[in-house]
């Protein structure tokens, strides 16, 4: 938290390549791995929007169900409305926000386990809603037809433009993630996670703030949900299952929630060793589980945690102490 | 009418099922804190182990129910010892280590199973008790029922009438008083642990006759155990057993009229508001902060 | 007009009676000590003043206002604020962190004024603020510092500093003393006398009778939830009923 330092030379440069990487990327890859490319980008934007919302302490299940509602929003401006990409992708998260505002009225009551729990019942509730109303939402089957457009003559069905377009996409919103995090709000946020009853002594309103937390995450993650309707042109409500609640969960905790790139860490390493394990596709789920059991068991703070780890065995005596793991 | 009354009364029988996970879960949520998202998968290996030892190997109904319990027991304590005894410190830690072993679980079945269509296994009782006219209950039903309600009265005196019940239920009360009293809180979670799991390999086992087995049938009995817990009272065994038989029955009858999906939305919705009106639930109370 | 007044206050946790029927009143700029024995019931008139309980019955005044049954950030924003017993701090964060969080009612960054960078001249401003209330608190050479690396006494004048920030005109100290070397205890009276000095109304909850007996002009008594006396610091030492509690608390 302490260390907000500007942006140095050697940060810049390292930013600056790894940028020019990232472009050139797509080029040198399959279509798959394209596919492959892009969707690890949205679920970036996934795990990082799911992290503003956990900064309160508080772990909803409800995150994927949300990026769900930003896919149907899309999904049905485009089939009604006909609504270009510029509309559809705001719309999808202020959707995603306004049933988050909405879900806060019950479910902030809630905290800790009751919260999950409610959350994980509030999210099955939509998602069923989608496989019960055929008429509107397709049921299983889902609503199809909604590629993204030829825009200004550049086709967004080709791959590599929808990647630099994902990727202007999510990285806006990282920047403001970060900056959300990075502000008083974001303190507060960490202020309301470690002392509740304190931080309320001085005045602040927890419960606003929570909400202020899951409207956000869930706005980001109906953006998350957008993009990848329009790519993919067509949403059903599997996509969104508790299955894919406990992917964004994985690569959060996989990587460490405690800072703003663990998440991002998490979920660009797992995919990649996902993709590297595909041939044991029916084992593929147990090595998840069991990797999961390991890293909570003996790497808690997540793989972002690794440096500092090494740094304390190896490093010299200027290396911190063991870091204390306090529980609140 | 006619429809109406074998609702009620299939209701119940489903009721027992969802009683007998139910309590496991809320017995291990009380004793340890742990949420335990495999609850699910541990009722499907116990379907699962009857469908290959009864309808794949021609073992007994019976001794596949017993080698189902004993399986299940044995995972549970496993999980118990290497996974939420190590992180009893961090709650979250548990559930998400639980839902490790969900996908450990569901893949296993997978591969002995393969992965062809759903498994049936062919109901060990047939025939049908005519209670009367309008009212017909095939014995494999009575059988699950009869056998579901034995064993909550078991539990029942095993918590109230012996030492290592009301040790448990000291535990469950207040972790570090009953520490401070001398009781091996370990061994507690231990026997919270393999009572619960026990019962769910036993919910496994009755169930299998009953329904469609396949690898991801975990996450329905997930989901109800959810809204039974948590409308009958998070911690309280009693009102998990009454939340049980009411959903049961209520799902049972919304799914006759309305649909499956509806009557599983309808019992969310009821469970997001009974956390708003009562979030103690029917029968909780509410621990001091 | 008395800063805070407590009107037939009762509290119930099911049949247990924590408060019965207490009144007092606390005046502008004094330091009023809320004592008595283990249970008497002084945590829980604290938690009914900060809003943390609402009582059953009763009715609590500040400034002429009703403030039972708000909600704690409500009483705050008033100027009730209130610390915690033992080390209730924010850990995880720095000393400066810990009470740029006070500063909350005071500046408050709006959303996106947060993420365009337009609040700059707030975040100075409350800088200032938590620079000058590190000051007052003898803490400005530790505000990089995390919380949890703070000594005792660093700790509880940091929970103060936390309170301060938010600007209140009444602090409700709950044991600042406990625990504390007859060193500590020392520069922590000073330190209290500081924030009275400084126009802020104070009633401390405290054990230490050193500290208590030095700071305040007068006492509340409370015991098994009522209100058993009140008096100056020398008329409370010889009250036959008070030294009857305590000695058949302590026996």
């Known amino acids: 938290m302490s260390s907000k330092g500007g942006f140095t030379m050697p940060k810049l440069a390292i930013g600056a390549v790894a940028l020019i990487a990232l472009l050139a990327t797509p080029h040198f890859l399959g279509f798959h791995h394209q596919d492959l490319l892009i969707f690890l980008t949205i679920n970036v934007l996934a795990v990082c929007s799911y992290r503003l919302v956990t900064l309160t302490g508080?772990?909803?299940?409800?995150?994927?169900?949300?990026?769900?509602?930003?896919?149907?929003?899309?999904?049905?401006?485009?089939?009604?409305?006909?609504?270009?990409?510029?509309?559809?992708?705001p719309l999808a998260g202020t959707a995603a926000g306004l049933i988050a505002a909405l879900l806060c009225f019950p479910l902030l009551r809630m905290t800790q386990f009751y919260f999950l729990i409610g959350s994980f019942a509030a999210g099955e509730a939509i998602r069923l809603t989608w496989v019960e109303f055929v008429g509107v939402f397709g049921g299983t089957s889902g609503l199809r037809g909604v590629e993204a457009p030829v825009v200004w003559g550049i086709d967004f069905l080709d791959p590599i433009p929808y990647f630099y377009f994902t990727l202007v996409v999510v990285g806006i919103c990282l920047l403001i993630l970060y900056r959300i995090e990075h502000s008083r709000i974001g303190l507060t946020l960490h202020a309301i996670h470690w002392k509740a009853p304190l931080a309320e002594s001085v005045g602040v309103n927890a419960w606003r703030y929570r909400a202020l937390a899951f409207i956000l995450g869930s706005f980001f993650v109906g953006i998350a949900g957008g993009l990848k309707v329009h790519y993919l042109g067509s949403v059903t409500p599997n996509q969104f299952t508790i299955g894919f609640m406990v992917f964004i969960l994985i690569w959060v905790i996989v990587g460490g929630y405690n800072k703003f790139y663990g998440p991002v860490i998490g979920v660009v390493v797992l995919t990649i060793f996902d993709e590297s394990i595909r041939s044991f596709e029916v084992i593929r789920p147990a090595i998840y589980g069991g990797m999961l059991i390991l890293s909570i068991l003996f790497l808690p703070m997540g793989l972002e945690s690794i440096p500092a780890k090494l740094k304390s065995w190896f490093g010299s005596d200027s290396a911190s102490d063991e870091q204390a793991l306090s529980d609140q | 009418?006619?429809?109406?009354?074998?609702?009620?009364?299939?209701?119940?029988?489903?009721?027992?099922?969802?009683?007998?996970?139910?309590?496991?879960?809320?017995?291990?949520?009380?004793?340890?804190?742990?949420?335990?998202?495999?609850?699910?998968?541990?009722?499907?290996?116990?379907?699962?182990?009857?469908?290959?030892?009864?309808?794949?190997?021609?073992?007994?109904?019976?001794?596949?129910?017993?080698v189902a319990i004993v399986l299940v027991t044995v995972i549970g304590l496993v999980m118990e010892r290497l996974l939420f005894r190590p992180t009893r410190a961090d709650p979250l830690a548990g559930l998400i280590c639980s839902i490790g072993i969900?996908?450990?679980?569901?893949?296993?079945?997978?591969?002995?199973?393969?992965?062809?269509?759903?498994?049936?296994?062919?109901?060990?009782?047939?025939?049908?008790?005519?209670?009367?006219?309008?009212?017909?209950?095939?014995y494999q039903r009575v059988f699950s029922l009869a056998i579901s309600v034995a064993a909550l009265v078991s539990l029942w005196f095993f918590l109230t009438r012996t030492r290592y019940g009301w040790a448990l239920r000291a535990v469950a009360l207040d972790r570090e008083a009953a520490e401070l009293q001398g009781i091996n809180t370990n061994r507690i979670s231990m026997v919270a642990i393999g009572v619960g799991t026990a019962l769910a390999g036993l919910a496994g086992g009755l169930i299998a006759p009953l329904t469609n087995i396949n690898p991801h049938m975990g996450h329905n009995v997930i989901v109800t155990a959810f809204i039974v817990t948590i409308v009958g009272g998070v911690g309280s065994l009693s009102g998990a057993v009454l939340a049980a038989i009411l959903y049961a029955v209520f799902h049972t009858l919304i799914t006759v009229y309305f649909g499956a999906t509806i009557a599983t939305i309808s019992g969310l919705v009821l469970m997001v508001v009974v956390l708003i009106v009562k979030p103690t639930g029917l029968m909780g109370v509410r621990v001091s902060e | 007009m008395p800063v805070l007044e407590i009107n037939n206050v009762t509290k119930k946790f099911g049949g247990l009676m924590a408060l019965d029927d207490v009144s007092f009143q606390v005046e502008e700029g004094e330091i009023r000590g809320l004592i008595g024995p283990n249970g008497a019931g002084k945590s829980t008139m604290f938690k009914n003043i900060a809003g943390f309980y609402s009582p059953s019955s009763g009715d609590i005044r500040y400034q002429g206002q009703s403030i039972a049954g708000r909600k704690p950030h409500n009483i705050a924003e008033m100027g009730v604020v209130r610390t915690f017993q033992e080390t209730t701090l924010f850990q995880e964060l720095s000393v400066f962190e810990n009470v740029l969080v006070g500063c909350h009612i005071r500046s408050r960054s709006n959303l996106f004024a947060a993420i365009l960078g337009l609040d700059r001249g707030l975040q100075r401003e409350a800088e200032e603020k938590v620079a000058e209330v590190l000051d007052f608190m003898g803490l400005?050479?530790?505000?990089?510092?995390?919380?949890?690396?703070?000594?005792?006494?660093?700790?509880?004048?940091?929970?103060?500093?936390?309170?301060?920030?938010?600007?209140?005109?009444?602090?409700?100290?709950?044991?600042?003393?406990?625990?504390m070397n007859p060193e500590e205890t020392n520069h922590m009276m000073e330190l209290t006398r500081k924030v009275q000095e400084s126009g802020i109304s104070i009633v401390l909850v405290e054990h230490d009778m050193k500290a208590v007996m030095g700071l305040c002009g007068y006492l509340t008594v409370l015991n098994f939830g009522q209100l058993l006396a009140e008096g100056t610091p020398e008329e409370i030492r010889h009250n036959e009923r008070v030294i009857e509690a305590y000695l058949g608390g302590a026996g």
């Not at chain 1, 772990?59 to 006909?82: E, K, Q």
């Not at chain 2, 498994?119 to 025939?127: D, H, S």
């Open chain 1, 58 to 89: 508080e772990w909803s299940l409800i995150h994927a169900v949300m990026m769900g509602v930003g896919a149907y929003t899309v999904a049905l401006s485009v089939n009604h409305f006909d609504l270009a990409i510029w509309f559809t992708l």
């Open chain 2, 1 to 66: 009418m006619e429809l109406f009354l074998q609702s009620i009364a299939n209701g119940l029988v489903q009721g027992g099922f969802f009683a007998l996970f139910a309590v496991g879960l809320v017995l291990i949520f009380g004793v340890m804190g742990v949420v335990n998202f495999a609850h699910g998968e541990l009722v499907m290996v116990g379907a699962f182990t009857i469908w290959l030892l009864h309808a794949q190997y021609g073992l007994g109904y019976i001794p596949a129910i017993a």
């Open chain 2, 102 to 138: 969900l996908f450990i679980l569901q893949v296993i079945a997978a591969l002995i199973g393969g992965d062809g269509p759903s498994k049936q296994v062919p109901p060990p009782y047939q025939g049908t008790l005519v209670m009367f006219e309008s009212l017909r209950i095939p």
């Open chain 3, 140 to 179: 400005g050479e530790r505000r990089e510092q995390l919380a949890s690396e703070l000594p005792l006494g660093s700790q509880r004048a940091l929970a103060i500093a936390i309170a301060l920030a938010s600007e209140p005109k009444l602090l409700l100290m709950d044991e600042p003393f406990a625990g």
